[in-house]
């Protein structure tokens, strides 16, 4: 099956720079997109990179590499409010329909 | 522009039940995608509709039906409820190819 690869926790301090990795399976995979979740709320979109490269939105920017099957978000400038789960998804084609599949999330902590 | 909305917000049943949930999808957007979400879980998909069809299918139950109407909003149903389907549950509505956008879902409790 498909399935992507997250780390579980990530620590950091407020202020600072925290990336977070993600694998995923090439088989019709169309795009990867991230996904911000606090506890007790929805999933809220952050960013989809359909091709290679970095895409930037303020403190937030995604990364694709589609030869290494890997992507990653970078967070700056972490900010109290940045404590949060975070959602990879893939973005898979077949039969001519498209669908979502998530990781497990990295909670991410930010501390003062 | 309004975004993607469910509705109930919150909804408690007890074991053997039935239950219905509904969406609308954000403006422009065909295709509603339903999830369920366990406490800790990322959200893992049940179906897809488009055109009013079923399109795809995750690996839930066939307790677990739906409905896409020709104005495109959605209604999940779960028939015979267990306490294992205590979750939230989310609506994702997006156009072709596109990634998609959630609402605010609706967490269900079986007791």
């Known amino acids: 099956g498909q399935s992507l690869e997250q780390p579980s926790e990530v620590t950091a301090v407020e202020g600072a720079i925290v990336q977070i990795n993600c694998t995923y399976q090439?088989?019709?995979?169309?795009?990867l997109s991230w996904y911000q979740q606090h506890d007790g709320g929805a999933p809220t979109f952050l960013s989809y990179?359909?091709?290679?490269g970095l895409e930037e939105t303020g403190r937030f920017s995604s990364f694709l590499s589609r030869s290494d099957s890997y992507g990653y978000l970078l967070l700056q400038e972490l900010q109290m409010k940045d404590s949060a789960s975070y959602f990879c998804?893939?973005?898979?084609?077949?039969?001519?329909?498209?669908?979502?599949?998530f990781g497990k999330g990295t909670k991410l902590s930010v501390i003062p | 522009d309004a975004g993607v909305t469910q509705s109930p917000t919150h909804l408690i049943k007890t074991r053997g039940q039935q239950v219905t949930l509904r969406c609308s999808p954000k403006?422009?957007?065909?295709?509603v995608s339903w999830y369920q979400q366990a406490l800790g879980q990322g959200p893992q998909f049940i179906f897809q509709?488009?055109?009013?069809?079923?399109?795809q299918r995750g690996n839930f139950p066939d307790r677990f039906s739906g409905h896409q109407f020709p104005n495109y909003s959605s209604e999940l149903n779960v028939n015979a409820l267990l306490l294992g389907d205590s979750a939230l549950y989310l609506c994702?509505?997006?156009?072709?190819?596109?990634?998609?956008?959630f609402g605010p879902g609706t967490r269900l409790l079986v007791l």
């Open positions: 994702a509505s997006s156009g072709v190819g596109e990634t998609q956008y």
């Open positions: 090439t088989s019709g995979f169309y795009g």
């Open positions: 990179n359909a091709l290679d």
């Open positions: 998804a893939a973005l898979y084609s077949g039969a001519g329909s498209y669908q979502l599949t």
């Open positions: 403006s422009g957007h065909d295709t």
């Open positions: 509709y488009y055109e009013e069809e079923e399109r």
